[in-house]
């Protein structure tokens, strides 16, 4: 089994009207209950949300306030899952609550350390 | 209490004092010994006071010939006693009495001690639970062999190869430092949880025996939690899981020990002290921002202390599922969380998912999914239950299934008819 890595995508509230706090709960609700179900195929891997505060750091010292700078999305969080290939990865992924609010899901697979190709590369600049 | 009720009694409250105490006293390579003297306290016991009746004081009677036979024990083994002194006072080296210390801290402070020895992954989880049930709970050899439905002479192979090799590796017998307790402690409480499931769902018929293990696990936790070094938000959380648990053991089984599924339990016959215990526990469990497994099974086992049958509550327990398949992932998890799925979200969506399972070594997983399609596709539902049928691997169990599947051809025969 490898492991794929989900990136969710939003974009950035402008203000409007927040939602209840029973909203709220609906929406975690129905994202536990996604991660749930994978979790309970045993192929859960970890995940996390990201806070809304940040900077994006550039080249020449620049710093920017705030992970949204230039793009009107932002990552919210992200899901690392276990599966055989990118396509059962992607399977998993088409039942994210995040496409039903008008977000996006990212699904790449997460690389592994390669033992071989490390030492190869430095038998090689030796 | 009858006379001849206190001997036995007294053996299972007192014996594992002494022996702890004289462990934590000797050391793990003279476990026997401190096992030999305990012994011969009883058997004193139940001489003397066969002949000249009850002592005044009967636990103070049992702790005084403890400490005179381990005295002449000392006496008479020099070279034993002296290696032990130079233990103890590693200054001295003078024959000093040695204090044979059974004050209710010391005695305290031994058991915690035995709690670590025992609870060491050096050796077998069955190895654990057995030498705990033995040493820490003073439990027989037959006792033990009846809840494993296992024989004697395999119980007590298993105990002399655990004490050989806790011998071999020398395993200190002391209070637990803090580094230890971390590194430690989810050992002990993982032991402390199987023991309490083999009361709690052994299949043995000593009902009584069962009940008691599941106290003796309690009762350990309970040291844990007493004691300032091991009360940790886990031991806290374990014990409330267990309180809640054994609130219902009265309304599990009739009188003819047969299973009585939770939604047909007699309310009153649960005990609603031990579940504000286990409120009070979780409330200790959660001061600070620890979360562990046994918190949420204990969040998922105090839902069940309300039996009403709302979507409300089955939503509440399938978060709770959510978050518990995030920390540990097991086959057993994952179906009692589609269970609640089907509760919450109805069975249709949880249908889909415990299809995806495709847990088919897994006996529990085709009674859910005989659960599941009754009422929706009956066909599917009696082929499942068949399925489970023979998996099933005790009288209880099969009772169980029988009677869904009897359930089911009664109401095909209705619909035929």
Redesign the interface.
Known sequence: MKEFMMLFRNEKMEGGEMPSAEQMQAVM?QW??W???I????N?AG?NRLGSEGKTLKPGNVSIDGPYAEVKEMVGGYLIVKANTLDDAIEMAKSCPNLLYGGSVEVRSVLSMDADTTSATFLVEK | MKSNELLPHLFRTEYRKIVSVLCYLFGIEYIEIAEDIASDTFLAAAEMWGMKGLPENPTAWLYTVAKNKTKNYLKHNQLFAQKISQEINQSTYQKEEIEIDLSVKNINDSQLAMIFVVCNPCISEEAQIGLALNLLCGFGVDEIANAFLTTKEVIYKRLQRAKGKLKTQKIKIQQPTCAEINDRLPNVLTTLYLLFNEGYYSNSQNKILRKNFCLEAMRLNYLLVENEITNQPSANALLSLMCFHSSRFDARTNEKDEMILYEDQDEKLWNFELIEKGIFYLNNASKNSVLTKYHIEAGIAFCHTQKEDTPKKWNSILQLYNQLLQIEYSPVIALNRTYALAKANGKQVAIIEAEKLNLINNRFYYSLLGNLYTDLDNTKALHHFQTALTLANSNAEKTTITEKIDKLAANSEKNNS
């Open positions: 609700s536990q209950n991660i749930g179900n979790a309970a195929q045993g859960y995940t």
